[in-house]
T-cell receptor, first 115, second 113 residues
Framework: AQTVTQSQPEMSVQEAETVTLSCTYDTSESNYYLFWYKQPPSRQMILVIRQEAYKQQNATENRFSVNFQKAAKSFSLKISDSQLGDTAMYFCAFMKQWGAQKLVFGQGTRLTINP | DAGVIQSPRHEVTEMGQEVTLRCKPISGHDYLFWYRQTMMRGLELLIYFNNNVPIDDSGMPEDRFSAKMPNASFSTLKIQPSEPRDSAVYFC???????????FGEGSRLTVL
């Protein structure tokens, strides 16, 4: 079974700073996807970024980038030039590449961006 | 497509009442998932369907919970009788095999008094 661990329950930074959220996972699979989801107070689950495990290049989406270390089973999210709208819960999640599109989530990190 | 549609958005009910949550997945998707989110347990998978057939219901907490998918465009999650500890946000999500994408509805917030 796969497990996902987020060791930072809460984080807080000032607007415009850079923040990194940590995530580790455990799996015996070779091919899989990793995700970061954002959940603002509206509770909508918003996909921030996705990484395919077979790709060595780290995924980026505008101000969001990941540091994917497959051997270490680590998948951190970096938010550059943080904005007030980035305040949310952030979930790291794992999905096997083949078969059911089942997501396994970490416990989440509550990120607060202060003005 | 309108995305995954869930109803109701909010439900407040009394202990012992039956609760039915509804979900319309994205057309063409062959997987449907029900997740529950609570402060204590985070996001946990309750059950999922493939081509309308329940594949894994090991996450369903107890017999009071049941889920059905009578056709490709509709699923229900029923709690009977409801208890205060069932209070949570229930998410429905749908996806297509091997695409690596899962789409979530806006969730149904259930409060059982």
């Amino acid at each position: 079974a796969q497990t996902v661990t987020q060791s930072q329950p809460e984080m807080s930074v000032q607007e415009a700073e850079t923040v990194t959220l940590s995530c580790t996972y455990d799996t015996s699979e070779s091919n899989y996807y990793l995700f970061w989801y954002k959940q603002p107070p509206s509770r909508q689950m918003i996909l921030v970024i996705r990484q395919e495990a077979y790709k060595q290049q780290n995924a980026t989406e505008n101000r969001f980038s990941v540091n994917f270390q497959k051997a270490a089973k680590s998948f951190s999210l970096k938010i550059s030039d943080s904005q007030l709208g980035d305040t949310a819960m952030y979930f790291c999640a794992f999905m096997k590449q083949w078969g059911a599109q089942k997501l396994v989530f970490g416990q989440g990190t509550r990120l607060t961006i202060n003005p | 497509d309108a995305g995954v549609i869930q109803s109701p958005r909010h439900e407040v009910t009394e202990m012992g009442q039956e609760v039915t949550l509804r979900c319309k997945p994205i057309s063409g998707h062959d997987y449907l998932f029900w997740y529950r989110q609570t402060m204590m347990r985070g996001l946990e998978l309750l059950i999922y369907f493939n081509n309308n057939v329940p594949i894994d219901d090991s996450g369903m907490p107890e017999d009071r919970f049941s889920a059905k998918m009578p056709n490709a465009s509709f699923s229900t999650l029923k709690i009977q009788p409801s208890e205060p500890r069932d209070s949570a946000v229930y998410f429905c999500a749908s996806g297509l095999r091997n695409t690596g994408e899962l789409f979530f509805g806006e969730g149904s917030r259930l409060t059982v008094l």
